[in-house]
């Protein structure tokens, strides 16, 4: 069993940047891969990116991709995503997943993960 908790989010100005961190519980996180993902009002959860259990691959969605960054210190049990040059349309309830199937890469689809965080809030203002 994995406990995620994410922290970091906030009410930032467009163009601004914010880092998210997702603590793990557990003493086989880094054999884990993570992902982020976020909810906008009104719309499906979607993919934001994914980072491998090894640390050396990452995916993102096309709309971040440029502007955010991945990141896990295993030995923190802790997944981060910075996020650089927020806009408006990032406003989104922001989670940490962790894949149950150990060792594995990065996935952009949500149903891989097993566990999920409660969220953490991001609201960019125009």
């Known amino acids: 069993q994995v406990h995620l908790v994410e922290s970091g989010g906030g009410l930032v100005q467009a163009g601004d940047s914010l880092r998210l961190s997702c603590a793990a519980s557990g003493r086989t996180f880094s054999t884990y891969a993570m992902g982020w993902f976020r909810q906008a009002p009104g719309k499906e959860r979607e993919f934001v990116s994914t980072i491998s259990w090894s640390g050396d691959s990452t995916l993102y969605a096309d709309s971040v991709k440029g502007r955010f960054s991945i990141s896990r210190d295993n030995a923190k049990n802790t997944v981060y995503l910075h996020m650089n040059s927020l806009k408006p349309e990032d406003t989104a309830l922001y989670y940490c997943?962790?894949?149950?199937?150990?060792?594995?890469?990065?996935?952009?689809?949500?149903?891989?993960?097993?566990?999920w965080g409660q969220g953490t809030q991001v609201t960019v203002s125009s």
């Open positions: 997943a962790a894949r149950g199937q150990r060792f594995s890469s990065g996935s952009y689809y949500s149903y891989d993960y097993d566990y």
